[in-house]
């Protein structure tokens, strides 16, 4: 039945005999691969498949039959481990198992693709000719690797088996890379952990993900690899020993739940272990997750989702688990099929270990992919359907199309996700941000008119400072208001070069205009003191003031920062004749600060605990605190943190009743955001009296008033408006002005909003 025409070994100058292949041996070996692949796939086989595998066999084998691989193996060894890998670690069937068997001959051999149409049918012959064509896409060099990728998964690939059997001979190839001469091993591993690694990631096959990665690292830097390794050997009794104990008391936990479960523990890659030590900077002795501890339930599927979080109750009442590193994907499972729950918990010795639970079922889904599910969905004929369910899956995950070739590219690496923020806009909108970007860079992109005016925003309904940090998945309003204009400080608190371009240009624009007015001043109050003005008296007076130019000088008076006595000084100097001693001045102008110093603005944060830590916090309804406020912090039982100003009505219940739930907070100076208060004006009607008085609020104190409200009975009037004020500072003086006007008797700030 097998063709075992071979080369025979010729020529007596051959000495070292036990390098000679062995015909006899050879022939066994190639049966029995071919046996093992067959075991492999018994399982899935329907009627007349058997034959048809061996069919491809013998063409595979004839056609090779004499080519020796680069490590002297007969070729056929190659397409034999292919179509194991196929069906064995990726799970395809019959048709792919044909297809990888033959899918090098049409490239290497005489044998053509009407041959194979013939033989085995038109499906089989597309797959081996997409196979065929992809080795050429690859072949025509590496700068456009990105978009030959992208034609190749979009392309060639009318049948998704054509990249899943790629993959599978990918990693044969990484497998037996050994043999290879440097400069191909260096080739092909790049390319594996640019492309393939990716590309298998994001089909869910992780098995075959995680051993490409570190085939990679052991081709390219085998001492790290060796390293890796060694030490992770080493540390294996200790490994073992903290899980034994680690678990010991789950273990008499789940024994009471009556489910069958098995706990395994699997060290991290080589691969993972060395991008942490690389990325952190760390060694290998400080790479403190080495391993992930999995519990494994034997559920019935009605039951999986609530015996998995009744384990994760189980692990978390012996081990105090990190909030943020809760990840559930078992009620929404990621995009590539994969269902856990996973926790980080607190181990006795002050470790972080990941837990991670699920069942049976999503345990081989993990760690084969989709092709797993079979398994689960009934017989034989259920197989079929749910594989061809599983490549449509594969397809789409393949097919998106809203990216481009390298974005496609970079998507599989994971990059994008950790370079960029995603967030979205009130309406849904996606919008995508570096990473570190604040509602400031959001205000910005949306417009930069909306930028320039931007004095906060609700973050998923919550208020946030210009300069709050976004996350993943954010939701963000942004609130302006009209009198509203970028400041230096900004600078610091955005990220994204549109944003810090536009405030540049606003900032100069600006400075432009205060020196106009600068210059404006100077010269009136000049006339006014009788002093000619012209660029002689400029250049005496920027000499007498040490400035280091004209733009500082009027920037200075245009700002305040020099008031009209300096001028008055100036004047009785000039009269002194000290003028003309030039270089003193000039000394002094040459230690004068070359930068213009502005009046220093603070953060705008709230610290809270005693650490004074910025976290999270929301303002309460009741008291609507401000920067300036004395406050405190509650710990709500839904919201999170809660600021009360400590005068709030229902500070001495809080304060009382649940000291234990108090913690400090005090604001850093003043905010440069404005918040929103209430004020209530009493007094004696008379006409005239709203108009003046929001005259006052937006006009004189240009202050934004968000709503306004008045009542008058019998003469008497009174009035409810809610405005934006910076800080109590601000809000003091408002009221001082609004209880000067005429009539107003009485100006007091209330505690609770309007309902
Ligand atoms: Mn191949």
Request: proline share 4%; net charge positive; with cysteine.
């Amino acid at each position: 039945m097998i063709n075992s025409h071979r080369q025979k070994p010729e020529g007596a100058l051959v000495l070292n005999l036990s390098v000679l292949p062995d015909p006899e041996k050879e022939r066994k070996e190639i049966i029995h691969r071919y046996r093992r692949l067959l075991r492999q796939a018994k399982p899935i086989l329907k009627e007349g498949d058997a034959r048809l595998i061996r069919k491809a066999f013998n063409l595979a084998l004839e056609a090779h039959r004499n080519m020796r691989r680069k490590s002297g193996e007969p070729y056929i060894f190659h397409p034999l481990a292919v179509a194991e890998i196929c069906v064995g670690e990726i799970g395809l069937g019959t048709t792919s198992i044909i297809s990888a068997l033959v899918h090098d001959v049409v490239e290497d051999t005489d044998i053509e693709l009407a041959d194979i149409e013939k033989m085995f049918g038109r499906k089989i012959a597309r797959i081996v000719d997409g196979l065929t064509k992809i080795k050429g896409v690859f072949e025509q060099g590496t700068s456009a690797q990105a978009e030959n990728f992208r034609k190749m998964l979009f392309t060639l690939s009318e049948d998704v088996r054509v990249i899943l059997i790629k993959l599978a001979d990918r990693l044969h190839n990484m497998r037996t890379l050994d043999s290879m001469p440097r400069q191909n091993q260096l080739r092909i591993s790049s390319e594996t952990i640019y492309l393939y690694a990716p590309l298998a990631h994001r089909l869910g096959l992780n098995v075959i993900k995680t051993e490409l990665e570190d085939l990679y690292l052991k081709f390219t830097e085998q001492e790290d690899y060796e390293d890796i390794t060694r030490r992770l050997e080493e540390s294996k009794s200790i490994r073992i020993k903290f899980l034994r104990s680690f678990v010991q008391p789950i273990k008499e936990e789940l024994d009471k739940l009556a489910v069958p479960y098995e706990i395994k523990s699997r060290p991290k890659s080589a691969f993972s272990i060395w991008n942490k030590m690389r990325k952190q900077n760390i060694p290998f002795d400080l790479v403190f997750d080495l391993f992930a501890i999995r519990i494994i339930l034997q559920a019935p599927l009605e039951q999986e989702k609530s015996l998995c979080w009744q384990v994760y109750s189980i692990v978390t009442d012996y081990y105090t688990p990190n909030p943020d590193r809760l990840r559930d994907w078992i009620s929404t499972p990621k995009a590539n099929g994969y269902e856990s729950l996973h926790t980080t918990v607190m181990a006795k010795n002050g470790q972080w270990v990941e837990v991670q639970i699920r069942t049976q079922r999503m345990d081989e889904i993990a760690e084969k992919g989709y092709a797993a599910h079979w398994k689960y969905k009934g017989n034989q004929a259920g197989y079929e359907s749910n594989l061809e369910k599983w490549l449509l899956r594969v397809r789409e995950l393949l097919e998106r199309q809203d990216l481009t070739a390298l974005e496609f590219v970079d998507d599989f690496r994971g990059n994008l996700f950790n370079e960029e923020v995603f967030v979205f806009t009130p309406r849904g909108e996606l919008k995508t941000l570096p990473v570190g970007a604040t509602a400031l860079d959001f205000a910005f992109e949306i417009h930069s008119d909306i930028g320039a005016t931007c004095i906060g925003a609700k973050v998923n309904q919550k208020l946030v400072p210009i300069n709050h940090i976004l996350k993943n998945g954010d939701q963000i309003e942004i609130l302006t208001s009209a009198k509203q204009k970028p400041g230096e400080d900004w600078l610091r608190f955005v990220v994204s070069s549109k944003a810090k371009s536009r405030i540049k240009e606003s900032l100069k624009e600006e400075q432009k205009k205060v020196v106009e007015e600068g210059k404006d001043i100077v010269s009136r109050k000049l006339r006014q003191l009788k002093i000619e003005a012209g660029p002689q008296t400029t250049e005496q007076l920027r000499f007498y003031l040490g400035e280091p130019s004209n733009f500082t000088l009027h920037f200075k008076f245009g700002k305040g920062i020099y008031s009209v006595n300096e001028l008055r000084r100036f004047k009785e100097y000039r009269q002194s004749g000290a003028h003309k001693d030039k270089v003193r001045v000039q000394e002094a102008a040459q230690v004068s600060p070359l930068v213009i110093p502005t009046k220093p603005k603070s953060d705008d944060i709230l610290l809270i605990g005693e650490d004074m830590d910025v976290v999270e916090y929301k303002l309460a309804k009741c008291c609507t605190p401000i920067p300036g406020d004395e406050v405190f912090g509650f710990i709500s039982v839904n919201e999170g943190i809660k600021i009360h100003r400590s005068n709030c009505t229902n500070a001495p219940e809080l304060l009382a009743n649940h000291g234990n739930r108090v913690i400090k907070a005090k604001w850093t100076s003043q905010y440069e955001v404005s918040f929103l208060t209430g004020l209530k004006v009493i007094g004696t009607d008379r006409v005239g009296l709203i108009n003046d008085v929001s005259k006052i609020i937006s006009e004189e104190l240009k202050v934004n008033m968000s709503s306004i409200s008045f009542r008058s009975d019998a003469g008497a009037f009174e009035g409810e408006i809610m405005l934006y004020v910076t800080d109590t500072r601000h809000l003091d003086f408002l009221m001082g002005k609004l209880e000067k006007v005429d009539g107003v008797v009485r100006v007091s700030r209330f505690d609770s909003r309007p309902s």
